[in-house]
């Protein structure tokens, strides 16, 4: 039975595998997610800049506009007009994000051999797959949206502080972004399949 289960569990991720796309190349997925967050972040906190810069930590940054502010502003908005030309491509992902939730992906060629898979599959196996394949992808999307807000948040703040600030801020702001790059980098090949890792396991678990 432990041979059978093991087979199982090989067949499932074997198939989740090859529902990747043939031209999936793992660090070019990982920069475009990457540059599609810091745009996003650089929005939303340069925004928060603009309108409440005492809100950063640098005890120079203040709610008046000099160059530091007009520096900013002109950040926010490059960083503005580059996703708004990226909008199709954002609203392709969130339409097919939103999908996920709302119906399966019976269509696809690997679904029903991998749910067949994982319904073989004892609760043990099933629980690492989840862990690995299921929910683990979207927690590296956290961690790196997280690692990207805390390196732009770094350089809102030290553009108010006209860039008085000490070289360790530089320091975490650089080590912040390439983390956020390399945890997307490695979490990339199951993040290119987690639509459909979730839709499996969702019919099987019945979510």
């Known amino acids: 039975m432990v041979i ?7 067949d499932l991720i074997r198939w989740i595998k090859e529902a ?9 997925l990982a920069r ?7 745009l996003g972040a650089l929005v ?23 160059g530091e502010w007009w520096a900013l502003a002109a950040l926010v908005a490059v960083s503005l007009v580059v996703l708004l030309m990226r909008r199709g491509r954002v609203q392709s992902s969130a339409r097919r994000l ?4 709302t119906r399966g992906l019976e269509d696809h060629p690997s679904f029903e051999p991998a749910v ?35 390196a732009v948040y770094f350089v809102v703040d030290a553009i108010l502080a006209r860039f008085s600030v000490g070289p360790q801020q530089i320091l975490v702001a650089g080590v912040n972004a390439a983390v956020s790059l ?21 019919a099987v678990t019945r979510l």
């Open 182 to 202: 390399l945890v997307l980098r490695l979490g990339a090949k199951r993040l290119a399949v987690w639509r459909l890792s979730f839709a499996v396991y969702r």
């Open 20 to 28: 990747r796309p043939r031209t999936l190349n793992p660090w070019r």
């Open 44 to 66: 939303l906190l340069g925004g928060i800049g603009l309108l409440s810069p005492a809100r950063f930590g640098s005890p120079t940054s203040r709610p008046r506009r000099g």
């Open 4 to 10: 059978a289960a093991g087979r199982a569990y090989a």
């Open 98 to 101: 939103g999908e996920t939730f």
């Open 32 to 38: 475009r997610l990457w540059g599609t967050l810091l």
């Open 116 to 150: 067949g898979a994982l319904d073989s599959c004892p609760a043990a196996l099933r629980t690492r797959f989840a862990l690995g394949w299921v929910w683990g992808p979207p927690a590296v999307a956290v961690l790196a949206a997280v690692c990207a807000a805390s």
